[in-house]
């Protein structure tokens, strides 16, 4: 009953204004609304008049409101804990859980806030294909990541860990863990405002405390941002970053604007100008976009969804023609999709990279150039508030919803391909409630990299790469092997043959490229359109040092930041995958412990101890038996 109420909280505080009983089911889902219906049946819609059903849902509201309101409250309404962890990203359930491990039996606690009502980030909202490297990156993951993987093999009666499941499932295996922790999820407690203290001795600045929208002041001794965002470090007044470095500032020879990006490229000419306006087609950005190469900038890869998609007949919700579909819009991917490149071997797997999960369900992802990666959108999301972001992220719904009615109903494409992907639809026993869209698309935004926090060591290509070897030993706190994976920062007009190139995909570069330049291309007009910003090349295994979660002391000295973490945008590329987040997660709970514990600050937790207790916890902290 009390979900119920937060639910209806949430509604009402935003749609209230043009809210009808049918509304209810937008933002409850069937299960709570029956469970009203049952509760007082005079309220059944089909017997009582909008108006008296409305007035009788308000006074339950109210009277759930003061009941909910009762339970998150507590004494002049601040609740107090011992470590704080804002964000239910999988870093922050595994944070939460491991510091909650260390307080049993003793009269420390922890809280744990979402942001909003999802919890789980992407690996509950769609994600179910995990990017672990293979059985290499499967043996570098440890500790409650692990633990994770073994409860999801679990649940499909197996006595291994499963990498590959559907969203319903991890939720199910994140919730047996939190259970067995004692730990529960607050939702819907958005930031509103940190209160930020100087030590008078010190002079180091701490965060007491922190008020959510929902009006609660949340006090504590530790805090850990474990948000995509990293909202709370930002808050805080902790140095951060957004985008990509240029080249010389770590010396990354991957960092910056790319040369060329060989992958998820265009390698057939397509004509990215509206031949009526002489502007860019949609989805193209000016010819100012090229820029130097290695050069910095303020952008971000780009976001998309990952979809729960299946061809079960009965589990399939259809897709319906999404709101202001336009087909002039999608003139650009219509143009890809008649070249000849397409129409040698048509298929959907042009325009979308369908994983297989089990009970006949996919993890579907961008692939190719013109996929569900929404290029370009991305670029304001990081420092935006939330009304903003509740923007930003209602535009990839309808990108993405449009780019597949579009694949499956323009008449203009491939018979192959329409038939395809009309045999796909999203799963009905999937993502009952989208807060953000329409129910059984994922509830989360794969936000692949916003902020980036800026503390007194920057972990950077060279630190996945084994150079800076001083910061492993002891002082690791996990590891990992997967590739630097930056996607598709920027699309643009470029001219053909004027590009050097090195590196193509399958002897394929873009038409752009200088004949010679490592692969073929085909002929093209007075413009063709590349994509630029893809990296996907890998440094070997690494460990990570436990200073990628930590602020100057003198910026805050009791803030963890396994999320955002203190990376370039190089170095962060390989160190964003889930696996590698909820090792820093599980990581950053137990230092945020000893903390606590040893009552100093985050930046002076005993390494050795640290080093110990994650050993202990099954955590693995390096790359070979050596160590």
């Known amino acids: 009953s009390f979900f119920f109420f937060q639910r209806l909280n949430e509604w009402l505080a935003s749609e209230l204004h043009t809210a009808g009983p049918e509304a209810l089911l937008k933002v409850t889902g069937r299960e709570e609304t029956q469970f009203v219906m049952e509760m007082v049946p005079a309220l059944n819609p089909s017997g009582t008049s909008s108006m008296k059903y409305l007035r009788a849902l308000l006074l339950i509201w109210l009277v759930g409101l003061v009941l909910y309101e009762s339970r998150l409250v507590q004494a002049g309404g601040v609740r107090q804990c011992n470590v704080l962890v804002y964000g239910s990203t999988p870093a922050g359930l595994c944070a939460a859980i491991a510091a909650a491990r260390h307080f049993r039996g003793t009269s420390q606690s922890v809280c744990l806030l979402s942001v909003h009502s999802h919890v789980g980030g992407m690996v509950t909202g769609g994600l179910g294909k995990t990017d672990t490297a293979g059985t290499r990156g499967e043996a570098l993951i440890g500790g409650i990541a692990q633990e994770f993987f073994m409860e999801v093999g679990r649940l499909y009666g197996k006595s291994e860990p499963v990498y590959y499941f559907e969203p319903s499932i991890a939720s199910k295996a994140f919730e047996n863990l ?3 922790a004692n730990v529960t999820v607050d939702t819907s407690q958005e930031l509103v405002s940190v209160s930020v203290e100087v030590d008078t001795h010190s002079g180091h600045h701490y965060i007491t405390n922190i008020t959510s929208i929902m009006g609660v002041v ?88 990952r979809l729960c998609l299946t061809r079960n007949a009965t589990n399939k919700v259809e897709i319906q023609q999404p709101e202001g579909y336009d087909p ?44 569900t990666d929404f290029i370009g959108a991305s670029w304001t999301y990081p420092d935006a508030n939330w009304t903003e972001r509740r923007e930003i992220i209602r535009s990839h719904y309808l990108y993405t919803h449009q780019l597949l009615w579009f694949l499956g109903h323009d008449p203009s494409i491939n018979g192959t391909i329409r038939s395809q992907m009309l045999e796909y639809g999203l799963c009905a026993d999937e993502h009952a409630q989208n807060e953000w869209y329409e129910p059984h698309w994922p509830p989360q935004l794969y936000v692949r990299e916003a902020r980036r926090m800026v503390g007194p060591f920057v972990f950077t ?13 002891v002082n690791s706190i996990g590891c990992g092997t997967y590739n630097f994976d930056s996607h598709n920062v920027q699309r643009y007009p470029c001219v053909p043959n004027s590009i050097i190139c090195h590196g193509s995909s399958h002897g394929r570069v873009n038409p752009c490229c200088k004949h010679g330049g490592g692969g073929k291309q ?28 930590l602020p100057s002391i003198g910026e805050s000295s009791n803030l963890l930041v396994p999320g955002a973490v203190s990376a370039s945008h190089v170095g962060f590329s ?34 050795n101890a640290l080093h110990t207790e994650l050993l202990a916890e099954k955590q693995i902290l390096a790359t070979s038996k050596e160590f």
């Open 461 to 473: 290509q060279s630190s996945a790469e084994g150079a800076d070897s001083t910061k492993r030993g």
């Open 178 to 180: 939190l259970i067995a």
């Open 218 to 305: 949340f006090s504590s001794d530790v805090f850990i941002d474990a948000t995509y965002e990293g909202d709370l470090l930002a808050a805080a007044g902790v140095k951060y970053t957004i985008g990509r470095e240029g080249a010389a500032l770590y010396n990354e020879s991957l960092a910056g604007r790319q040369q060329y990006s060989p992958s998820n490229q265009f390698y057939i000419p397509v004509d990215p100008i509206d031949g009526n306006t002489g502007k860019p087609l949609p989805f193209v950005e000016s010819e100012d976009s090229s820029g130097i190469p290695g050069d910095g900038d303020k952008k971000v890869s780009a976001y998309n969804l």
């Open 522 to 549: 085909g002929g093209a007009g007075k413009f063709a359109v590349i994509d630029e910003g893809d990296v996907e090349i890998n440094p070997g295994p690494f460990e990570i040092p436990y200073d990628v979660l």
């Open 574 to 607: 390989c160190l964003r995958l889930e696996p590698q987040w909820m090792i820093m997660g599980h990581s950053a709970g137990t230092a945020a412990a000893l903390a606590v514990k040893e009552n100093v600050a985050v930046q002076d937790v005993d390494r």
């Open 328 to 371: 002039a819009t999608w003139e650009l991917p219509r143009r890809y999709a008649q070249s000849s490149l397409v129409a040698r071997q048509p298929g959907i797997y042009h325009f979308l990279g369908i994983g297989s999960l089990p009970h006949g369900k996919s993890d579907t992802n961008n692939a190719g150039p013109m996929s």
